[in-house]
């Protein structure tokens, strides 16, 4: 019986799954359905980056035309008003007064000369009246404020300061030689407002005096659509690619395939083996795509589509188009 007991047991023992058994492998990831663009190189007119500023046509200091104590204060630093919208006002009563006067001396006047200076002392002195109230002459951002209620301003002053940034400019310091042939002007140029923003402008006109130490002329370029509010500001430095009037090949990727994460500028690539990623510079844009410093190579299949939810080693299907 004992041998039985025992014989049992190890059948049992043989017949258990060991704990420590090698689990079935995993299943197989799908692959993800993702569109690819191949890196090829483009035939374009070879440019030179310069560095440009934007240029505010509107902008400084607005004066009141008339004295007085401020009473009311109705924009503050940073607000954006439009052309007329009362900025301050004054205290109109001295105005008002002056202006009544003018008018009841109009009235008393007899000699034809006489009532002429008076009626023309009138319409002053309404008008005056009028600029009680100082108004905003065109659209535009409060840059400054420097007055306050009770403070007092003579004719002249200029308590506000105003900023339009619809309507505006890009100059640029262009090197002459870029210039073989004359004025540039109605050339086109690429504009870079952002990293992945660019827009086309003109050169309107180039200023016919040639810096000695540098040998640069001062160019002034026109953008072909009005900017919208808050995207660039005065002073800003914004890149341009400048064409030299030569063609070259330059490598290219599709912007599409530019993403970023963590800080780099990465495109992912369509390999047998699955996605790679590829930390890439990238130089001025051509259209739909960017020129290649470093980091790919022609004939590359960089996902355009569905490369945001990538990870390397991710396995792909997408056709070829090559």
């Known amino acids: 019986m004992p041998l039985l007991r025992l014989f049992c047991l190890l059948l049992c023992l043989t017949a258990a799954p060991s704990a420590n058994a090698e689990a079935p492998p995993s299943a197989k990831r799908a692959a993800v359905q993702v569109m690819v663009d191949p890196v090829r190189h483009v035939v374009s007119e070879e440019t030179v980056p310069i560095l440009g500023r934007i240029i505010a046509l509107r902008e400084g200091p607005i ?12 924009a503050e630093v940073g607000d954006r008003v439009r052309r007329n919208a009362p900025l301050m006002e004054i205290d109109p009563v001295p105005l008002r007064l002056k202006a009544d006067v003018a008018r009841a001396e109009a009235a008393a006047e007899a000699a034809d000369a006489t009532r002429r200076v008076a009626m023309a002392n009138r319409k002053l002195a309404e008008r005056d009246l009028a600029k009680a109230i100082l108004s905003a002459p065109y659209d535009g951002v409060v840059a400054e404020r420097r007055i306050s209620v009770g403070a007092y301003v003579a004719k002249g002053d200029s308590p506000f300061a105003l900023i339009n940034d619809h309507d505006i400019e890009i100059e640029a310091d262009v090197p002459a030689d870029l210039m073989p042939h004359g004025s540039p002007s109605g050339r086109v140029v690429d504009i870079a407002i952002s990293y992945t923003h660019t827009v086309k402008g003109t050169v309107r006109a180039v ?17 072909a659509d009005e900017p919208r509010s808050g995207t660039l500001a005065v002073n800003r430095t914004i890149k341009i690619a400048f064409p030299s009037g030569r063609r070259q090949g330059v490598l290219s990727v599709a912007k599409d395939a530019v993403i970023r ?23 001025l844009p ?8 470093e980091g790919l190579n022609e004939g590359d299949l ?5 490369n945001e939810r990538l990870t390397p080693g991710t ?8």
């Not at 200023?207 to 953008?223: D, G, Q, S, Y």
């Not at 390999?271 to 790679?276: E, F, L, S, Y």
């Not at 051509?286 to 410093?293: E, M, W, Y």
């Not at 396995?315 to 090559?322: N, S």
């Open 207 to 223: 200023l016919p005096r040639e810096n000695p130490r540098t040998r640069t002329r001062l160019v002034r370029i026109v953008l």
């Open 302 to 306: 960089a996902v355009v589509r569905g």
């Open 286 to 293: 051509l259209g739909p795509r960017f020129t290649v410093i």
């Open 315 to 322: 396995p792909l299907k997408y056709r070829d188009p090559r």
């Open 261 to 283: 994460r963590d800080g780099l500028t990465q495109v992912m690539i369509a390999t047998p083996d699955g996605a790679a990623a590829r930390t890439v510079s990238l130089g």
């Open 63 to 74: 004066a009141i035309e008339v004295a007085g104590v401020v009473t009311a204060i109705h």
